[in-house]
């Protein structure tokens, strides 16, 4: 079985943030971060060099590939700022419709900036994704 390459570190995510160039994507970041503490309850963590990932899931597959991830996370890219929702992204539309301007992808969502996005429709996805991955442990 493979491994995965992005793991826990003990890089600082206060100082991960703050060491971002761009003023905006760093308020961004810190917006987010406190919406996903307040959801998870959790403490934030370094994934690799450039995820932030909020408490911890194992997940296991039907082929038998099992491992250990993120409840959420989010990552500020270049171009946007990849969130992390490993439930919750096309399971509710209705959610989608209230949030605003982005991007998707299997699990993820890309914002170009947090004032793009309803606050409350993020929150809403990020307490469903929550709940699902909570679910799937049971």
């Not at 160039?21 to 450039?50: F, H, N, Y």
């Not at 590939?65 to 890219?77: A, I, L, Q």
């Not at 992808?105 to 993020?122: F, R, V, W």
Request: hydrophobic residues 35%; charged residues 30%.
């Amino acid at each position: 079985m493979a491994e995965l390459k992005t793991k826990p570190t003990d890089i600082s995510v206060g100082a991960f943030i703050a060491s971002l160039p761009d003023e905006q994507k760093r308020q961004d970041c810190l917006v987010i971060l406190e919406l996903m503490k307040e959801v998870t309850g959790a403490e934030p963590k370094m994934w690799g060099e450039s995820i932030i990932g909020l408490g911890s899931h194992h997940y296991r597959y039907a082929s038998g590939t099992e491992g250990d991830w993120f409840m959420v996370g989010f990552s500020p890219r270049k171009q946007n700022i990849t969130i992390y929702l490993m439930y919750g992204v096309e399971d509710h539309p209705e959610i989608m419709k209230k949030l605003g301007k982005y991007k998707t992808g299997k699990a993820c969502l890309y914002i170009k900036h947090i004032s793009d996005i309803d606050l409350e429709a993020l929150k809403e996805l990020i307490i469903l994704a929550v709940e699902e991955t909570r679910r799937s442990e049971s």
